[in-house]
């Protein structure tokens, strides 16, 4: 019995997610094909220019303009923002700092300082499972 194996493919939409670009600014080509794992894996090695151009100047998918802005998806979406951006518009809100991102930017810190507490605190709790009971 011989086995064969299949190629794995993915929607352009996957893809783009997994590249970190958004869908809409893809060229058509990729937008109406599949991608399969290795075309995935060439695009990420070997990156053409059309997505290195996408990473640097956008539009950006949301994930990617939160991480640039340092809020979250929903912070984006409390500030109004609900589009893609460009790399222009993100260093222009950056240097505009509307009331908005910086409540949501003190936000997303308090987030991660509760995050760390609760991993320190669970790494005590588990370091103190582990300790002999004399």
Do not use: C
Request: proline letters at 7%; glycine letters at 6%; charged letters at 30%.
């Amino acid at each position: 019995m011989t086995s064969h194996q299949t190629t794995q493919t993915m929607k352009p939409a996957t893809a783009a997610k997994k590249l970190g670009v958004y869908l809409e600014a893809t060229p058509a080509d990729f937008q109406e094909g599949v991608v399969s794992r290795n075309e995935l894996s060439a695009l990420q090695a070997d990156p053409p220019e059309w997505l290195l151009e996408l990473r640097r100047d956008g539009p950006h998918p949301r994930p990617v303009v939160a991480a640039k802005l340092g809020v979250s998806i929903a912070g984006l979406a409390r500030g109004g923002v609900t589009d893609a951006l460009t790399t222009e518009q993100i260093d222009a809100l950056k240097e505009e700092f509307p009331a908005w991102l910086r409540r949501e930017r003190a936000t997303q810190a308090e987030v991660r300082k509760e995050a760390a507490r609760i991993k320190e605190k669970n790494a005590e709790r588990t370091a103190e499972a582990r300790r002999p009971r004399s």
